[in-house]
Structure formats: C-alpha cells, structure tokens
C-alpha cells in the first residue's frame, strides 16, 4: 500500500470519527476495527486509488449512520453518563484543593504579619540612661 493511500484513508477515518458522538473508548474501538477492515480490504483486493475504498465503505456520514443503528445506545449511555460523572468529581477535587491552598496561603500572611527587630544597645549608655532617671527621681 502506497504512502497516498494510507494518509487518504487516514484522513478518512478521521471524518468518521468526527462524525461520531459516544464516548472514547467505544469510538477508538469502533474506528480501530474499521481502519483494520479498510486496510485488509485494501490488501486482498490490491488496492491503489483511495475511490476503490469509498466505494466499497460509503461516505463517512453512512458509516457513522451505520454505527449508531448498530450500537447498543443504553451502553453507550452508560458509559457518557460514567465519564461525565468523573469530570466532574475531578474539577470539584481541583476547585477545593485550590480553595485549601488558597486559604494557607491567606492565613499564612494573616497569623505571620512580617517581622520585628530587636536592638541591644550598648549596655554603658543604657545603665547611664538608668542612673540619670533614677537621679532625676
């Protein structure tokens, strides 16, 4: 099978594939077992020119037309509901551990407002500053 032919098909496939809405796993599956029916097709019978191929499978809407008549939609229902489900239980886990890390970095800066400085002086002006109030007294 020539270079051509394989990026055709490709390209094919991928009109297919937009033209099917399920979830990913039944679509890969779908689209892998189509692509190996297109390409076993293309070696037995020899083929060179990408119109042998769109003859013998149809147009990618008919096929996607095809899919849906043949595919078992409560499964496929099933499994959209499943992946929607886990998105979502994915962002509500991102949006709260933003929330926890929001907050730690709020109270943080809240309870450490900065920092102080401590001076020593030197302890012979200090005690003179003690004895001249203590005079003064």
């Known amino acids: 099978m020539n270079k051509r032919l394989e ?3 490709n390209r ?7 033209n099917i809405i399920c979830d ?4 890969r599956k779908y689209i892998c077992d189509l692509k190996t029916s ?7 019978n020899h083929v ?17 037309k095809t899919f849906f008549e043949q595919a078992d939609i409560k499964k ?13 239980g ?8 933003a929330g926890v890390l929001i907050y730690a970095v709020i109270d943080a800066n809240i309870t450490n407002p900065g920092y102080y400085e401590e001076w020593i002086g030197d302890s ?12 003064s007294l």
Do not use: C, H
Not at 76 to 88: A, Q, V
Not at 90 to 97: C, F, G, R, S
């Open 7 to 9: 990026q055709e098909i």
């Open 12 to 18: 094919y496939l991928k009109e297919i594939k937009s």
């Open 24 to 27: 990913f796993k039944t679509k």
């Open 38 to 44: 297109i390409y076993d097709f293309a070696e037995e």
């Open 48 to 64: 060179n020119d990408f119109k042998q191929v769109y003859q013998q499978f149809g147009p990618p809407r008919e096929i996607a």
């Open 76 to 88: 496929i229902k099933k499994r959209m509901d499943f992946t929607r489900i886990l998105l979502i």
């Open 90 to 97: 994915v962002i509500i886990a991102l949006v709260m551990w």
């Open 124 to 135: 012979i002006s200090v005690e003179a500053d003690v004895n001249n109030q203590g005079e």
